[in-house]
């Protein structure tokens, strides 16, 4: 099992900007894929992006690249997203998530990852 709990959500106005954290708790593992996605009203869960513990790559959505940084302290068992520039569609609840397999690519959707925090609501204002 993983235990995620997620910070750093509140209210800030357009073109700011805000950081999310991730603590992870449990069994995880250096291969092990972490993850954030997004869910605006009305709308599907979405990625955003993922990383590994260990390893120099990370992933992001088309729309948040160039924008989000996601990074990790694995001393921590953290792992962030910063946000930059943020626009009001950028608005919505954020989800922290791990993969529990072994052995399998970086996912981009939800059921992909078996473990999620509880959320954290990012409002962005015009």
């Known amino acids: 099992q993983v235990q995620l709990v997620e910070s750093g959500g509140g209210l800030v106005q357009a073109g700011e900007s805000l950081r999310l954290s991730c603590a992870a708790s449990?069994?995880?593992?250096?291969?092990?894929?972490m993850g954030w996605f997004r869910r605006a009203p009305g709308k599907e869960r979405e990625f955003v992006a993922a990383?590994?513990?260990?390893?120099?790559?990370?992933y992001y959505a088309d729309s948040v690249q160039g924008r989000f940084t996601m990074s990790r302290d694995n001393a921590k068992n953290t792992v962030y997203l910063h946000m930059n520039s943020l626009k009001p569609e950028d608005a919505a609840v954020y989800y922290c998530a791990a993969d529990s397999r072994v052995g399998y690519g970086v996912g981009t959707t939800e059921r992909e990852y078996g473990y999620w925090g509880q959320g954290t609501q990012v409002t962005v204002s015009s």
């Open positions: 990383l590994r513990w260990r390893g120099p790559n990370t």
């Open positions: 449990g069994r995880t593992f250096s291969s092990q894929v």
